[in-house]
């Protein structure tokens, strides 16, 4: 019941430091996970995507408060309960983020994390298949690929894009990430290539490297060092301790709760709560931050979607040939197609996602429309509005009060309804023409800013990305919790490592830059020179004060 290092959770950042940890054989590695096995194809068969994230038994299964800016509605919020956490539920798209946002980190006292400091870290943990020469990793862990774009949709979007004057990029991750282009999957040999597939489970077959089921309680600290950490198994109460250091890999929503049910927080909060006050951070839970989406949906007039396996006899089929054979619908998210575009001039990086999916349906698995249809999943990724993590009670088997504050910054909204209008653009291209069909949502009678408006109060979603709620900065920086090696200020010998500790969102789905996260964290955590800084320079577009285009 003891290890030199404990990590607490074993998702997207703790399964790559289980991997580097232990990696030169010196140390010994617990990683303590509360969810269980991964096995199964609910979760490896890459179709199947919107099935664990709506279980229970892979899914915390946490809900905002009602949303004041959203008709008040209570906003779903999945983390992953299992062996990989998100990556073991989440759509498997790979997107390292624009350069400029890991220049922001510096800018905001993650001194060390700029884009030429993380560049080296993207490149030793992918294993790239098509990406661009020199800009991408070719023998590290996380396969990543792109898919088969045997639906003619695929092309048809990228083409559209660049038919209303966009840019295209071959290779997002690469050099230029802005423009139309093919999507990037963690997905190999037909299989979800999660964090657990990639990282944890060859880890695991190291001698030094165990995974121990429970519920972590809280961080034990004995004269203001973390020494282990407090577990439930089996119904009884345990320590299990750590010779050199905690880390804590446990979300944006967990990190910030077992950090505060240790006694490292807002001291007020703690002390409300009947906790004693450890460390008073008071940027613990707050700075929460996270993208927004909604479904652009259109009829298709040409039967080409992936409407006709929706019926459960064709699931079962597509089912059956990635069982027997690793191939057909099953091998795909089928998010292949996507864009990175700049809402207006002046904006120097993109600030708009979309992902193209052939068919029209939703999260749920439930159609739109009773017939063929595709849709965009489009979002503004740089909103300003910021939310918070606390505690329910000092129960730790409570869910944590979690807030967005969503669409609580004017601009926010004044950048979806340009969302709106931009994709009426992209789809109205001649590309599009043969199938084309009428909208389905929002809606063609849905114009007016005020329309528009009430369209996005009751249908924006969570695309699932939230990040800050420990911040990562100067160690005199009031509401920073981890200083630039991702220790915690005011404890020694605890770090955390998680999306929780980005100071200010990335451009684009986390999984890629939460693992990124992992791997840089494990080098100051072995006290190793970090990977030489880059000198490549990013593709910047020579318009970006004229013209969003």
């Known amino acids: 019941m003891q290890a030199d290092f404990i990590i607490v959770g074993s998702g997207s950042a703790g399964s790559a430091l289980a991997y580097r940890l232990s990696e030169d054989g010196k140390h010994s590695v617990l990683v303590l996970e509360f969810g269980g096995s991964d096995l199964g194809p609910f979760i490896q068969m890459?179709?199947?995507?919107?099935w664990p994230m709506s279980m229970d038994r892979y899914n915390w299964g946490y809900l905002s408060?009602?949303?004041?800016?959203?008709?008040?509605?209570?906003?779903?919020?999945?983390?992953?309960?299992?062996?990989?956490?998100?990556?073991s539920i989440n759509g498997m798209v790979y997107v390292r983020g624009h350069a400029e946002d890991?220049?922001?980190?510096?800018?905001?006292?993650?001194?060390?994390?700029?884009?030429?400091?993380?560049?080296?870290?993207?490149?030793?943990?992918?294993?790239?298949?098509?990406?661009?020469?020199?800009?991408?990793?070719?023998?590290?862990?996380l396969h990543v690929q792109r898919g088969g774009v045997a639906n003619p949709l695929f092309r048809t979007f990228v083409d559209a894009g660049r038919q209303a004057g966009f840019e295209t990029t071959d290779d997002y991750n690469g050099s230029k990430q802005e423009?139309?282009?093919?999507?990037?999957?963690?997905?190999?040999?037909?299989?979800r290539w999660s964090a657990a597939n990639a990282y944890l489970k060859p880890a695991l077959k190291r001698p030094n490297v165990r995974l121990l089921r429970g519920f972590a309680r809280r961080i034990?600290?004995?004269?203001?060092?973390?020494?282990?950490?407090?577990?439930?198994?089996?119904?009884?109460?345990?320590?299990?301790?750590?010779?050199?250091?905690?880390?804590?890999s446990a979300s944006s929503f967990n990190s910030p709760k077992l950090l505060m049910l240790s006694g490292i927080g807002p001291a007020e909060h703690l002390q409300e709560m009947g906790i004693e006050v450890k460390a008073d951070r008071p940027g613990v839970g707050a700075n929460l931050q996270d993208h927004m989406e909604f479904y652009f949906q259109q009829i298709s007039l040409k039967p080409v979607t992936l409407y006709s396996w929706l019926p459960w006899f064709w699931q079962g089929v597509a089912g059956a040939q990635w069982?027997?054979?690793?191939?057909?619908?099953?091998?795909?998210?089928?998010?292949?197609?996507?864009?990175?575009?700049?809402?207006?001039?002046?904006?120097?990086?993109?600030?708009?996602?979309?992902?193209?999916?052939?068919?029209?349906?939703?999260?749920?698995?439930?159609?739109?429309?009773?017939?063929?249809?595709?849709?965009?999943?489009?979002?503004?990724?740089?909103?300003?509005?910021?939310?918070?993590?606390?505690?329910?009670?000092?129960?730790?088997?409570?869910?944590?009060v979690i807030r967005f504050n969503y669409m609580s910054h004017p601009e926010d909204w004044q950048k979806f309804r340009h969302c709106v209008r931009l994709t009426r653009e992209i789809f109205g291209q001649k590309?599009?023409?043969?199938?084309?069909?009428?909208?389905?949502?929002?809606?063609?009678?849905?114009?007016?800013?005020?329309?528009?408006?009430?369209?996005?109060?009751?249908?924006?979603?969570?695309?699932?990305h939230p990040c800050g709620t420990c911040k990562m900065g100067d160690r005199d920086d009031?509401?920073?919790?981890?200083?630039?090696?991702?220790?915690?200020?005011?404890?020694?010998?605890?770090?955390?490592?998680?999306?929780?500790?980005?100071?200010?969102?990335?451009?684009?789905?986390?999984?890629?830059?939460?693992?990124?996260?992992?791997?840089?964290?494990?080098?100051?955590?072995?006290?190793?020179?970090?990977?030489?800084?880059?000198?490549?320079?990013?593709?910047?577009?020579?318009?970006?004060?004229?013209?969003?285009?």
């Open 179 to 191: 423009g139309f282009g093919l999507m990037e999957q963690t997905i190999w040999q037909a299989r």
């Open 102 to 141: 890991f220049n922001r980190w510096e800018e905001l006292g993650a001194r060390g994390w700029a884009y030429a400091d993380v560049l080296p870290y993207f490149k030793r943990m992918e294993h790239s298949h098509g990406g661009e020469e020199g800009w991408r990793g070719g023998d590290g862990p």
């Open 323 to 400: 069982m027997l054979f690793k191939s057909g619908l099953g091998a795909s998210n089928q998010f292949e197609a996507c864009a990175f575009l700049r809402s207006s001039a002046g904006v120097k990086q993109p600030d708009i996602q979309y992902h193209f999916l052939p068919v029209a349906i939703s999260y749920d698995g439930k159609a739109a429309a009773k017939s063929h249809g595709f849709q965009v999943h489009v979002g503004y990724n740089l909103s300003k509005s910021r939310g918070s993590v606390t505690l329910r009670s000092a129960d730790p088997k409570a869910d944590p």
């Open 65 to 87: 408060e009602p949303e004041p800016n959203l008709n008040d509605r209570r906003i779903t919020a999945p983390r992953g309960k299992v062996i990989g956490g998100s990556s």
């Open 478 to 549: 009031p509401m920073a919790v981890v200083d630039h090696e991702t220790r915690v200020i005011g404890v020694d010998a605890l770090r955390v490592a998680d999306s929780s500790i980005f100071p200010h969102i990335t451009y684009g789905n986390l999984n890629g830059p939460s693992i990124m996260t992992g791997e840089k964290a494990a080098d100051h955590i072995l006290g190793r020179q970090p990977l030489a800084r880059s000198n490549q320079q990013p593709w910047i577009s020579p318009r970006w004060e004229t013209s969003d285009r």
């Open 46 to 50: 890459p179709a199947a995507l919107a």
């Open 220 to 248: 034990v600290i004995e004269d203001g060092r973390a020494v282990g950490v407090e577990i439930e198994r089996s119904g009884k109460i345990e320590v299990v301790r750590a010779n050199r250091e905690v880390i804590v």
């Open 431 to 464: 590309a599009f023409e043969p199938y084309r069909g009428p909208e389905i949502q929002p809606g063609e009678h849905v114009q007016t800013d005020d329309e528009i408006d009430a369209f996005l109060r009751e249908h924006l979603e969570s695309a699932y």
